[in-house]
C-alpha cells in the first residue's frame, strides 16, 4: 500500500515529501534529543574535583577555555557554560555534573555554539549547553571532552545563577577589554561621573593590564563601590591580536577576546541588574530627549513593548576637532583624552 496515493499530482508529491521531511527532521531532533540527556555513570561518588577559581581555566589539551557556568531555564533547565573554543579542532564535549547527598554522577553531551563573529581567527567566543539531570540541582560541574574518565581529576567549576534574585541594580555597564597598558585616565574619569549622572550603579571591566596611575583610579571607584573587576589574563593561555580581524593580525583570538567578555559579563549580571549595557571603554549612550537612562528607556519600553534588546546607533567625534570650552589647566597633567572638548560630531552614515 502506497504511502502517498495513485493520483500523479504536483502537489501531492509535494505534500507527500513535506510529510516525510517532517517526520524524519521529528525523528532526528527527537533521537538528538536523547542523546544529550543526562545519564548516570556512576553512583555513591564524593563529589572531589578540585575547585576553580580562576577567570579563564584552560581544560587539558582540548583546546578549550572555561570561563564560567550559569544555570538558564528560559527555555529548558540547562547549564550554559561559557568559554573559548577552536572553532574546527574542538567536535565534542561533555557536562559532568555530580549530585548530592546521594553521590550520582551524570554525564550530558554538550551542544557547542561557537558564535559566528569570530572575524577569521581560529578561536571564538562558545556557548557550551548540556541539559541538566531532572531530579538534582547541580551547584557544580566539570567539562570534559570525554564521557568516561574520573571526575576527581577534572576541575570543578560553580554553577552561577543558581538561586533567583531580585535586581539589585537598574544599570550595569560592562567594558571589555582593558589592556595594552591602558592609561587614557581622565576620559576614563569622565565616563565614569557622566555614567553616575545617566544613573549607572555598576561598572564591570574586564581588566588585562593598564598603566599604575589607572590601578589608583580602579582603586578608587572599587572602593566607592561603582566598578567591579574581573581579572582578564587572556595573554597567559593564547596569542592574543588587539586588532579586529585576523588578516589585520594573525594571532589565535582577537581584541583581547572581547566577545567572550561581554557574554560572561550579561549572564554575569543578567539576574541583579534590569539593564545591561554593552559598552566600549570610549563610548557613552547619551540621550538627547531625556535626562538620564531611567527615562529614555522607560520610553523606549513603552514605545516597543516585549523588546528586550535595543541598539543605539553611533557616531564619531572626531580627536582632531577641538573647542577651548573646557580646557581647564588642572586636567593637562593628566594622561587622556578630554572628551569635553570634542563635542563636534561626524555627519549621520547613510
Not at 515529501?17 to 555513591?44: A, C, H
Not at 577559581?53 to 550554559?80: H, M
Not at 596569542?239 to 560572561?264: E, M, P, R
Not at 520610553?299 to 528586550?308: H, M
Request: glycine share 6%; hydrophobic share 35%.
Amino acid at each position: 500500500r502506497k504511502f502517498c496515493g495513485g493520483k500523479k499530482s504536483y502537489f501531492a508529491a509535494a505534500v507527500c515529501i513535506i510529510t516525510l521531511t517532517s517526520m524524519v527532521t521529528i525523528s532526528y531532533l527527537r533521537l538528538q534529543r536523547l542523546s544529550l540527556l543526562p545519564k548516570i555513570i556512576q553512583e555513591g561518588s564524593k563529589c572531589r574535583g578540585e575547585i576553580a577559581n580562576n577567570t579563564i581555566t584552560a581544560l587539558r589539551g582540548n583546546k578549550t577555555f572555561i570561563i564560567a557556568p550559569y544555570f538558564d531555564d528560559r527555555e529548558s533547565k540547562v547549564t550554559r557554560v561559557i568559554g573559548i573554543v577552536h572553532h574546527e579542532d574542538v567536535k565534542e564535549l561533555y557536562c559532568w555534573f555530580c549530585c548530592q547527598p546521594h553521590g550520582k554522577i551524570y554525564v550530558s553531551k554538550s551542544k557547542i555554539d561557537v558564535h559566528s563573529d569570530r572575524f577569521g581567527f581560529p578561536y571564538g567566543a562558545a556557548d557550551i549547553v548540556c541539559l541538566e539531570p531532572q531530579n538534582c540541582d547541580p551547584t557544580h560541574v566539570s567539562i570534559h571532552w570525554s564521557p568516561h574518565g574520573n571526575i576527581d581529576q577534572l576541575p570543578s567549576f560553580e554553577i552561577r545563577n543558581r538561586k533567583a534574585e531580585t535586581f539589585s541594580v537598574d544599570f550595569t555597564v560592562c567594558i571589555s577589554a582593558m589592556f595594552g597598558n591602558y592609561n587614557n585616565v581622565l576620559q576614563f574619569i569622565q565616563s565614569m561621573e557622566m555614567y553616575k549622572i545617566l544613573g549607572v550603579q555598576k561598572v564591570v571591566i574586564y581588566k588585562n593590564s593598564c598603566s599604575q596611575l589607572m590601578e589608583k583610579v580602579l582603586k578608587f571607584y572599587m572602593e566607592e563601590g561603582t566598578v567591579e573587576i574581573i581579572p582578564w589574563p587572556i595573554h597567559s593561555h593564547l596569542k592574543v591580536s588587539s586588532k579586529w580581524h585576523f588578516t589585520k593580525d594573525a594571532k589565535h583570538i582577537g581584541y583581547y577576546g572581547q566577545i567572550t567578555a561581554l557574554n560572561d559579563c550579561v549572564y554575569r549580571n543578567m539576574q541583579r541588574s534590569k539593564f545591561v549595557v554593552l559598552n566600549d571603554a570610549d563610548e557613552i549612550i547619551l540621550p538627547l530627549k531625556h535626562p538620564d537612562w531611567k527615562t529614555m528607556m522607560s520610553s523606549l519600553q513603552e514605545q516597543n513593548p516585549g523588546t528586550g534588546i535595543f541598539l543605539f546607533e553611533n557616531h564619531i567625534f572626531p580627536e582632531t576637532i577641538s573647542t577651548h570650552t573646557f580646557n581647564i589647566s588642572s586636567w593637562n597633567i593628566v594622561p587622556g583624552v578630554n572628551i569635553l572638548q570634542h563635542v563636534h560630531r561626524e555627519p549621520d552614515r547613510k
